[in-house]
């Protein structure tokens, strides 16, 4: 069975200071990956997506970036911290589209960040 | 942007009542999903419901949509103190794009 799993799951951090989440896969080859930022309204935000090693779209410009340096692998960074960039992160992934006429999400726990 | 609407945005009912939450949106879409998010937790998918479909039962749970009025409807039946959380209607582009997710409903259920 497929399993996700995000670190870390809370984290309190500097304005100014470099941020990096990370979020893996198992049990699946090539899934599309998601991040997304949940704000205090409870909205979702899609910021980054990926459909292969190597292969991000950025959906909002913003302070953060996204890397997937492994096939299972994408991690969600950042220079320089802002204070607007607290939040709850969740990771997801989905079946790759060729084998699923709809995107179905699983999402890993969410990563609390605070930044003070 | 977001696409999805969730109405009411809090909900409050008591253990064995109905809950209806319902979801409006713009744009033509493939497929409408609901997930489910416990206070702190991921999101957990819920029920999907295709366009050329009207209505879907999943155990306690029946979806419906409309597309004519772009709108969907989450009914949870026989509601449990357990079933407390926030629900996010979601919606899948006709293209195969991503998803985009509604800001929620708060759904409180009193034992």
């Known amino acids: 069975s497929q399993t996700i799993h995000q670190w870390p799951a809370t984290l309190v951090q500097p304005v100014g200071s470099p941020l990096s989440l990370e979020c893996t896969v198992e049990?699946?080859?090539?899934?599309?990956l998601y991040w997304y930022r949940q704000a205090a309204g409870r909205g979702l935000q899609l910021l980054f997506y990926?459909?292969?090693?190597?292969?991000i779209s950025s959906e909002v410009p913003q302070n953060l970036s996204a890397s997937r340096p492994q096939d299972r692998q994408f991690i969600l960074s950042s220079k320089k911290l802002l204070l607007s960039d607290s939040g709850f992160y969740l990771c997801a992934w989905s079946v790759p589209r060729r084998f699923s006429g709809a995107n179905v999400l699983t999402f890993g726990a969410g990563s609390r960040l605070t930044v003070l | 942007s977001q696409q999805g609407e969730e109405d009411p945005q809090a909900l409050s009912i008591q253990e064995g009542e109905n809950a209806t939450m319902n979801c409006s949106y713009k744009t033509s879409i493939n497929n409408l999903q609901w997930y489910r998010q416990n206070s702190g937790r991921g999101l957990v998918h819920l029920i999907l419901i295709r366009s050329n479909e009207r209505e879907k039962h999943s155990g306690r749970l029946r979806v419906t949509l409309d597309t004519s009025k772009k709108s969907s409807s989450l009914l949870i039946t026989a509601s449990r103190a357990a079933d407390t959380a926030s629900y996010f209607c979601?919606?899948?582009?006709?293209?195969?794009?991503?998803?985009?997710f509604g800001q929620g409903t708060e759904l409180s259920v009193k034992p």
């Open positions: 990926s459909v292969g090693i190597g292969q």
């Open positions: 049990g699946t080859s090539n899934p599309n």
């Open positions: 979601a919606t899948g582009p006709p293209y195969g794009g991503k998803l985009i």
